[in-house]
C-alpha cells in the first residue's frame, strides 16, 4: 500500500498503540490535521513499496527518501562507500554536511578549490582538471561535488564520472538544488542515472516540506544501511507520505505544463528587461546585476521600492530562485520592478 493511501484510512478501532498517534489527539490547534494523520510506526516501518515506484520513476536502482534533508543522505553516501581512514575529497567551501560526513565516516578530508566567477561573485564549475591532480597523487576514495551550485552554476557530471571511474573513485553529487531536473527537459541534466550517488532536496525548489529529500543510489551499492545508522527508527509518515506525493506530482503532465509555464516567463523577463545582466545554467535560479549597483544595493533597492526579497545576494549580484510555489503573478510583478529600475 502506498503512504498516501495508507494516511487516507480511517480506522474504526479503539487504539491502544502509543497514544500521541491515536490519530485523535492533538496539543497544537493549528497542527490540528497533522496530528490526524501522524500514525504510530507500529502501522508500517519501512515504506518500502513507495520507495520502490521512486525507483522506477527516476531510473535509479536505489532511491530512498529523506525526513532529515539531503544532510542525511550526504552523510549516509559517504557512509556506504567508504572505510575509515579513506580519503575524500570535498570543496573548501562546501555545504558543512560534506566535511561532517567524512568526519563520520572517520575518513579524511582533502580540500580543493573552485574558482570564482568574479564579475558575479560566485562559485564556478567543478571540472576534471580541477579534481584529476588530486585522484593522481592522494589515493582518494570518494568525490563530493555539488551541482547545480547554489546559484545554479552546473557541472559535467558525465565528465567527473568518467575521471572518477578511471581511479576508482565513487562519485557523491549533491543535487539539493535540482530536484526539479529530472522532470524537466528545459533544465539541466541531472546527475541521477550518472553519478554513483544523487542527493535531492524536494524542500528547496520541488514543492516539498522541510527538510523532505531523496538519497539516490545508481551504483551496486544500496545505502540502506548506511542511512540506519543515523535516521531515527521513528519516521514522519505524514513526512513521508508528501514525498510520495511530491514525486508523483512531479512525474505528472500538470508538472510539465507548470514548468513550461514558469520558464517561459521567466525567459520572457530575460528578454524584455534588458537594462539588467542575467546569469547561469539554470533558468530558475535568476542571477541579476545592473550597471552602477553592488549586489547588496540592487537587493535592497528592490526590497525597499518594490517589496521583492532575494534569495541570495553577493556584493556583484543578487539571485532571485524559483521553482514549485513561485505563480505567473510573481513574475509579473518582478518583470515590471525590473523595467522600472
Not at 23 to 31: L, M, P, R, V
Not at 53 to 74: C, D, E, H, P, V
Not at 169 to 188: N, S
Request: hydrophobic fraction near 35%; proline fraction near 4%.
Amino acid at each position: 500500500m502506498s503512504l498516501v493511501s495508507l494516511l487516507k484510512k480511517k480506522t474504526k478501532n479503539t487504539l491502544f498503540t502509543t497514544p500521541s498517534h491515536g490519530q485523535k489527539f492533538f496539543i497544537f490547534n493549528k497542527f490540528r490535521q497533522f496530528y490526524k494523520y501522524d500514525i504510530s510506526e507500529t502501522e508500517t516501518h519501512d515504506p518500502q513499496t513507495a520507495q520502490e515506484r521512486a525507483k522506477n520513476i527516476y531510473g535509479s536502482k536505489y532511491t530512498l527518501f529523506l525526513t532529515n534533508g539531503s544532510s542525511s543522505g550526504i552523510i549516509a553516501s559517504v557512509l556506504a562507500c567508504t572505510k575509515p581512514g579513506e580519503k575524500v575529497l570535498i570543496h573548501n567551501d562546501a555545504h558543512q554536511s560534506h566535511l561532517n560526513a567524512v568526519k563520520l565516516a572517520g575518513c579524511t578530508p582533502v580540500y580543493y578549490e573552485i574558482p570564482k566567477i568574479e564579475n558575479w561573485g560566485i562559485y564556478g564549475k567543478t571540472t576534471s582538471n580541477l579534481i584529476e591532480p588530486f585522484l593522481k597523487s592522494n589515493n582518494i576514495s570518494a568525490l563530493i561535488v555539488t551541482s547545480p551550485t547554489y546559484e545554479g552554476i552546473v557541472s559535467d557530471i558525465k565528465e567527473l564520472k568518467k575521471i572518477c571511474s578511471e581511479y576508482n573513485v565513487r562519485l557523491i553529487v549533491d543535487e539539493a538544488h535540482g530536484a526539479l531536473y529530472p522532470f524537466c527537459d528545459k533544465l539541466p541534466e541531472s546527475a541521477v542515472k550518472i553519478a554513483d550517488f544523487t542527493v535531492q532536496s524536494l524542500h528547496k525548489t520541488a514543492g516539498g516540506l522541510n527538510p523532505t529529500a531523496l538519497l539516490h543510489s545508481n551504483c551496486e551499492i544500496n545505502p540502506k544501511d548506511a542511512l540506519a545508522m543515523i535516521n531515527t527508527t521513528s519516521p514522519s509518515y505524514p513526512l513521508l507520505a508528501t514525498i510520495e506525493a511530491n514525486i508523483n506530482f512531479l512525474n505528472s503532465r500538470r508538472f510539465k505544463k507548470y514548468m513550461q509555464s514558469i520558464i517561459s516567463s521567466i525567459q520572457d523577463i530575460k528578454n524584455q528587461c534588458l537594462n539588467v545582466e542575467f546569469f547561469g545554467d539554470d533558468i530558475t535560479k535568476i542571477n541579476i546585476k545592473k550597471e552602477n549597483l553592488t549586489g547588496y544595493e540592487l537587493s535592497a533597492k528592490l526590497y525597499s521600492e518594490f517589496c521583492i526579497e532575494d534569495e541570495r545576494t553577493n556584493d556583484k549580484s543578487t539571485m532571485l530562485l524559483c521553482g514549485i510555489g513561485t505563480d505567473l503573478k510573481k513574475l509579473e510583478r518582478f518583470k515590471k520592478a525590473l523595467r522600472k529600475l
